[in-house]
């Protein structure tokens, strides 16, 4: 062959990799295998989608005839290359981002999903960032997700007075969830009235050493009957303890430097007192050790030892009944972390062994039983890629990865907040986050609705039974969908006072359905403490409650549309629990009730009907409770003393 010859064949066998070096020349592709022989063409200064630009690019193209949706993938090999994309909609002069993803394949490899439309070309590119080496990728067509509808409403409201609220929790123990926005010295609370108003009170504090910048979380710490606040900040924490009745708060700040992101409140080793936990961004996370006097103990290592810690969650996964830990990573070491707890509240890691440690980068997670077959499953939403990862329980320590086959995808908008509530109260459970609301269909797919609001605390903010969102200063309010609910308020006693780590069950005709009561749920703010159950159209639920303790309440014929209260023991079949401390007469009582006792004067009291609902509620006063408004029947008082909660049974005449 002679050198003219030679050299028009190197032409001709070059021409693919020069075509593809800027987007004016970029290279053709449709569904298969493509290879990638070097990044050495032009980059795109200043026009990114996934978070920088390296100083070469290799450019290609892609065209449908019809609507179809289009997987990119560089994720090949035990050791896939080091790879960043980005997809461009317009023309090559003025391209405008749609999708860029770094880390979402297997190692440190590409892997994103668009829609892309009949008849219009998309762009893309790979860049030099992490590595110039050639490499290959796979373009794959899929079904597209279907359009977004309007699954379920909502009506926003400026409430006057609402601040920029990162609490919806009962903060006065009337069962009804309160507006908490706690800033650096003042704690304004908006107490929701049975009208639907709201009440707001300004209580001022000492200077918080670390305000509550980053997160929020609540629960009865020392057991005074009044719920405390835990505020995460970037340079370290603050606690603010509340007194008896709530209307002041005595700040608690530790020295110790501590990179705040997600914090809660759980019991971590399961004594009965509650502690406290907060990721660290840069360091091993955090746990605060109830000592069981409301004094918590620094206790740092023990709960992941590494950097990049955002979004903790603690349920139970395994049905132990432990309450085990989640952290989804980001930044320095995204490698999430699954820990399940062991008795005396030892961590371990198995995350590894599951293969979650991909790189998948994520500021939070939403726990909870998708598919009500009685075991927790996990959405961990994208903060870095339109990926979302939907893991399913199979109840025997492994997870399947559903995500292509739930749809969860269609939902391609990132966020830090991904939270699981029932919003439409059908007894499935959805998931808010990204671009919207992910409506759960019942048979392990959801459809995607991007008209409701963002994620913020989620609580009942005008007591209709339907779960509202906070934004800013507005309350975004559920309209009804004629579905019947039910709330459970658990109350512990030899377990913590709020019932944190109870694994709460409500069993209709139809579905069995469970939920963790949870301290900080999400990356940032503080949801309702209460358990929330749609019903469907059910009209009869049995209640279980399993608390931290193994005690186990069991409420059968429970009528819907109502918020229970359970007092840990009163409904199971052992002994009450009470302290020898209080004493009632006459027996039975008639109008006025004799309360004996230590220093009970002056106290919190209320009284619970025989299947948990709040009847009344005042103080004590001079050793006596009037009664005179109770229907006769069987009824539960309960006191709180320094000591914690005290209670008995009462009969009225």
């Not at 590119?125 to 290959?136: L, Y």
């Not at 110790?256 to 080793?269: A, K």
Request: with cysteine; glycine share 12%.
């Amino acid at each position: 062959m002679n050198r003219t010859l030679l050299l028009l064949l190197f032409l001709a066998l070059a021409m693919p990799a020069a075509a593809q070096n800027s987007c004016a020349t970029a290279l053709p592709v449709t569904e298969g295998l493509h290879t990638v022989l070097a990044v050495d063409g032009d980059a795109l200064p200043g026009n990114n989608c996934a978070y920088g630009n390296g100083d070469h690019a290799e450019w290609y193209s892609f065209t449908s005839p019809v609507d179809t949706g289009v997987v990119i993938s560089t994720s090949f090999g035990e050791e896939p290359t080091d790879t960043r994309i980005q997809v461009y909609t317009g023309a090559c002069d003025a391209l405008i981002c749609l999708e860029g993803d770094d880390d979402s394949g297997d190692g440190y490899s590409s892997e994103l999903d668009f829609t892309a439309l009949a008849n219009v070309t998309y762009y893309f590119n790979f860049d030099d960032t992490w590595s110039a080496n050639g490499f290959p990728f796979s373009i794959t067509l899929i079904p597209p997700p279907p359009p977004p509808v309007n699954v379920i409403d909502f009506a926003g409201i400026a409430v006057p007075g609402m601040n920029y609220t990162l609490g919806a929790v009962d903060m006065n123990n009337d069962g009804l969830d309160d507006l908490l926005d706690p800033t650096e010295s003042n704690v304004h609370i908006g107490f929701q009235q049975l009208d639907g108003t709201f009440e707001f009170v300004d209580i001022p504090t000492s200077a918080a050493d670390h305000p509550a910048s980053w997160s929020l979380c609540v629960g009865d710490l020392d057991k005074n009957g009044a719920n405390d606040m835990l505020y995460g900040a970037g340079d370290g924490v603050t606690l603010m303890f509340a007194n008896e009745d709530g209307t002041a708060f005595t700040e608690v700040s530790y020295d110790e430097y501590i990179f705040c992101q997600r914090t809660n409140m759980v019991d971590l080793n399961n004594d009965g007192h509650l502690d406290a936990f907060s990721c660290h961004d840069v360091d091993a996370n955090v746990g605060f050790i109830n000592d069981g006097s409301g004094t918590l103990l620094f206790q740092q290592g023990g709960y992941g030892e590494t950097c990049g810690n955002y979004g903790s969650v603690f349920t139970d996964y395994n049905n132990d009944g432990l309450m085990d830990l989640f952290i989804a990573k980001c930044g320095c070491d995204p490698e999430d972390l699954l820990m399940p707890n062991s008795p005396g509240g030892v961590f371990t890691d198995v995350a590894p062994d599951l293969g979650w440690n991909d790189e998948h980068q994520s500021w939070s997670s939403a726990w909870g039983d998708y598919d009500n077959d009685g075991d927790m499953d996990v959405l961990i939403g994208s903060s870095s890629s339109a990926q979302h990862k939907l893991m399913r329980n199979e109840g025997n320590g492994e997870f399947t990865d559903i995500s292509n086959i739930s749809g969860v995808n269609s939902n391609d908008g990132q966020s830090n907040e991904w939270t699981t509530h029932d919003f439409n109260n059908d007894g499935w459970l959805d998931i808010l986050g990204g671009d919207g609301m992910l409506m759960n269909n019942g048979n392990g797919t959801f459809t995607f609705d991007n008209t409701v609001p963002y994620n913020g605390p989620i609580g009942d903010m005008d007591n209709d039974g339907y779960l509202d969102i906070l934004g800013g200063g507005t309350i975004y309010y559920n309209q009804s969908t004629g579905n019947n609910w039910l709330r459970i308020w658990p109350v512990g006693s030899v377990s913590n006072q709020n019932g944190i780590g109870a694994r709460v069950h409500v069993i209709t005709n139809d579905i069995s359905q469970i939920r963790d009561v949870k301290s900080g749920d999400g990356f940032r703010y503080m949801s309702s403490l209460l358990a929330h159950f749609g019903l469907g159209q059910a009209t009869t639920a049995t209640v279980e409650v399993h608390w931290p303790s193994g005690i186990v309440d069991h409420l059968e014929n429970v009528e819907p549309n109502s918020t229970i209260v359970v007092h840990e023991g009163l409904f199971s079949s052992t002994e009450e629990i009470a302290l020898n401390e209080l004493a009632l007469f006459p027996v039975p009582a008639t109008n006025h009730l004799m309360v004996i006792g230590a220093d009970l004067n002056n106290r919190m009291a209320r009284i619970f009907s025989s299947t948990g609902q709040l009847v009344q509620h005042g103080v004590v006063s001079a050793s006596t409770i009037d009664i005179g408004s109770l229907a006769s029947g069987v009824y539960l008082l309960e006191v709180t003393t320094p000591k914690g909660a005290v209670k008995r049974t009462f009969v009225k005449e």
